[in-house]
Structures are given as C-alpha cells and as structure tokens.
C-alpha cells in the first residue's frame, strides 16, 4: 500500500546558495514540529550528512548515481523513507550540475526517485531578474518538477516584493525568505566536526530554524511537496545475502573525532553479514578482538598528538597484521596506519607503523573526485577528498590502477601490505561484498 507523505529536493542554481545552511534549519524545524524526518544528501559528501544529523536527529544518508545503479539509489531511499513522516535530500552544487553534464546532479536524483525540487535561490543583489532563472530551472528538464523557492540573502520588504512578483509570473511557488544575515556561518569544510564543533552546528541549526519559522511558509512547503512513496528498486537486501546469524565474523571499526567519515549504508551492509564493534583510538581504547579492523577516514591529522601516544594500539595493529589480520583502511585510516604524519608546521608524529610508508600535510593540496577500480572481480566505486600525500610512492607500489569519471587513470594508490588494504579513497559497498576484497 502506497503512502503518502512530505518528500523533496533542496537544490540550487549554483553552489554558495544557502542550500546547506537552510536544510539544516528547516531539519531542525520539522523535529520542533515533532516528525520523524529522515535527511539524504545527494553526492559523496559526508560532512554536510553529518550537519542534517545533528539537525534531524536521525542519520542522513546518501544518494549517489556514480557510486551506485539508479535501481541500488531507489532501494536504498525507499529503505530509509518507509518509516519516516517527511524525506529531506539535500542536493548538490547546482541543480543540473553532474559528473558528466547532469550526470550524477542533482537533478538526476531528482527525476530518478520523483521528488519535487524547493530551489533555494540567492537573491543578494538582483530583483526582477530572478525571474528568468527561475523559468530557466523550471523548464530545462521537463522530468524535473521546480515546485517552489525560498529566496536567501533578501534585503528588505521592498526587495522581496519584487522576488515575489517573479514568482507569480513563472508560475512558480513563493515559500518565503531568508533575510540578510552576517553571523551565519558554517564551519569550515575541512574543520568539519573536530572536538566542539557538534555544539556549534546543534546552535546554528537553531538559529536558522528560528528564522525560517519567521518568514518561511513551512506548511504550504509540506503541502505541495507531498507525494506516494512508490520508488520500486533492487538493493543491498538482495545484493548483499546475510548468514543466518551463524558464524558471524566481528568487525572492529574505529569510530571518534578522528575517524567518522563512514558511509550510513556501508555500515548497514557490512551489518548483515558481521557484528561490528567500535573503539576509539582518540580514546587510547585498545585493539578489540576481531576478524576485521576496519578505520575509516576522518581527521587524524588534528589529533595527532593523542594518537601518536596511543603506543598499545599501534603495538597492536602491528601484531594483527603481522599474524594475517585483514585490516582495512580508507583516507584518515591509511594515514594512521603509515609510519609517520609530518603535520602542516612540519613537525613528525609517529604513527601506528603498520604500513611502510609515511604522509605528510607539509605544501597541502587538495585531491578531490569519483574514483573507480577493478579489483578481486568487483568494480570498485568510490570518492576520493583529501589534503595529505604519501611521500615516496615507490616504497610501496600500488595494488590496482584507479580511474576517473573520464576513464582516465589517475595517481591514487590501493595498497596491499600482507592482509592490509588502504588508500584514499573511499569505497561505496552497497552492492559489492567487502569480505571478497581478500578473495
């Protein structure tokens, strides 16, 4: 039986917008308002999953159309809608802005799961004129339904009166505003959620909530973005068989401020086949026993005092992969597991010393895209974001060749060290098996 409920697309016409800063606010909104509201963003990016947590209170998950079929991309936001009274997806950059023209956009997602488009649209310094881009998102793709807008960064009751005017004349659905504000900030996406952080982003959440019930028309949002939840799919239930409960093998995840860019469907995925128990190496835990360590990226290279001083564990990665112990490692993780981390002043830090290899933060640049490999007879997707490099990539030669969007190869490294797997990027497991990497 088909249900009906609140499901849309925050998107844009191009990235800066707001569209961010206004999901987060309006998450918090709808969990004033006392509904379960589960959060998606569209992309490979965490950090801003992450904001639409501690917005909503319930983990955001993401949709992507390179890292997974548009049949996987339909389970999986089924999976998480069915028991949820409002669905909010976060698009990304612009609207029709994709990998490959609108390939992987926004507006892909949009299309592809049936969901009505809210466009937050940044209003400072034009009037009149957003009248044209409004027609032009309206009607570029006719599989694309632009139901209303929210205009950001409005100046006055004069200015709006103009915005509103462009809207009655495309046809368009006038939801409100957000007016010029200077002390709205999110943090820096490479600060993302260190130590402190959450309270700031819990706060901002509020601040804008209190704002959008000011001068947004929530209801009438709700009202013309309702629609049935029929998206028909094949997924990680199917794909990914569970083992009855019987000889399960145990994951030990790593799981801090260090360490917590982890895909929400990876670990459901992993979930139905092994038991997984977290440890904190922030927290000087020690290594818990397992079949499996697996450390995710994150921010290593902010703790790396603590880390390097938590001596047991790294004695203890050692051991276990010395005995064959399957560890793998992503970003943040491979990082951890190198010999040493020269840190953005050059200062060394000794790391666990699992991998003989060494990273530095010295000259940061960033390395930034879809990564595809073919590895153990999977096809491997993936995102690649980081600001570190391995120094003396020979010492250790690379386990297969990675590919861009384009097909070109690129220089991001997989390594295989004994049973250790570890590089930048990080993988998408929806409809792979992680345990045949070892295959």
């Given at each position: 039986m088909l249900s009906v409920k609140p499901q849309f697309l925050i998107g844009a016409a191009a990235s800066g917008s707001g569209k961010t800063t206004f999901t987060m606010g309006?998450?918090?909104?709808?969990?004033?308002?006392g509904m379960c509201v589960q959060p998606f963003k569209c992309g490979p990016d965490y950090i801003d999953g992450k904001f639409h947590t501690i917005a909503a209170g319930r983990e955001s998950v993401n949709l992507d159309t390179w890292m997974a079929s548009e049949c996987h991309v339909g389970e999986?936001?089924?999976h998480y809608a069915k028991d949820a009274s409002v669905c909010v997806v976060e698009g990304v950059m612009g609207l029709f802005d994709g990998y490959d023209r609108m390939k992987g956009s926004s507006a892909e997602i949009a299309a592809l799961l049936k969901l009505p488009v809210v466009v937050v649209l940044n209003a400072r310094s034009s009037a009149y004129t957003v009248a044209a881009i409004l027609y032009g998102l309206k009607n570029f793709m006719p599989g694309v339904e632009v139901a209303g807008v929210v205009f950001n960064q409005v100046g006055s009751a004069s200015h709006y009166s103009y915005l509103k005017a462009a809207c009655a004349d495309v046809g368009v659905a006038d939801l409100g505003y957000l007016p010029k504000v200077s002390d709205i900030e999110i943090p820096s996406r490479h600060l993302g959620l260190t130590i402190g952080k959450e309270n700031e982003i819990d706060a901002l959440s509020d601040k804008v909530a209190d704002m959008i019930e000011q001068y947004v028309d929530v209801?009438?949002?709700?009202e013309i973005s309702s629609r049935s939840l029929d998206i028909e799919g094949?997924?990680?239930?199917?794909?990914?068989?569970?083992?009855?409960?019987?000889?399960?093998?145990?994951?030990?995840l790593a799981k801090d401020a260090a360490f917590n860019f982890i895909y929400k469907e990876n670990i459901d995925v992993l979930s139905k086949k092994a038991d997984i128990v977290t440890f904190s190496p922030l927290a000087g835990d020690e290594l818990p026993q397992a079949d499996y360590v697996y450390l995710p990226g994150g921010y290593p290279e902010f703790f790396v005092g603590e880390l390097s001083d938590n001596i047991r564990l790294g004695e203890q990665l050692r051991s276990f992969a010395g005995n064959g112990g399957r560890i793998f490692a992503e970003c943040g993780g491979m990082m951890y597991l190198c010999r040493k981390l020269v840190a953005q002043d050059g200062v060394s830090y000794p790391m666990s010393g699992v991998l003989p290899l060494e990273c530095t933060l010295e000259k940061m640049r960033l390395h930034l895209g879809y990564r595809a490999a073919d590895y153990r007879g999977m096809r491997l997707k993936g995102h690649e974001f980081h600001y570190s490099s391995v120094v003396e990539l020979e010492v250790l030669p690379s386990d297969v060749c990675q590919y861009n969007?384009?097909?070109?190869?690129v220089d991001t490294p997989l390594y295989r060290y004994k049973n250790v797997i570890a590089g930048y990027t990080h993988w998408y497991w929806g409809e792979n098996d992680f345990f045949k990497l070892w295959d």
């Open positions: 309006l998450l918090r909104v709808l969990k004033r308002k999986v936001y089924s209801e009438r949002l709700l094949v997924g990680s239930d199917v794909l990914i068989e569970t083992n009855g409960g019987y000889d399960r093998p145990k994951i030990a969007v384009k097909g070109s190869a």
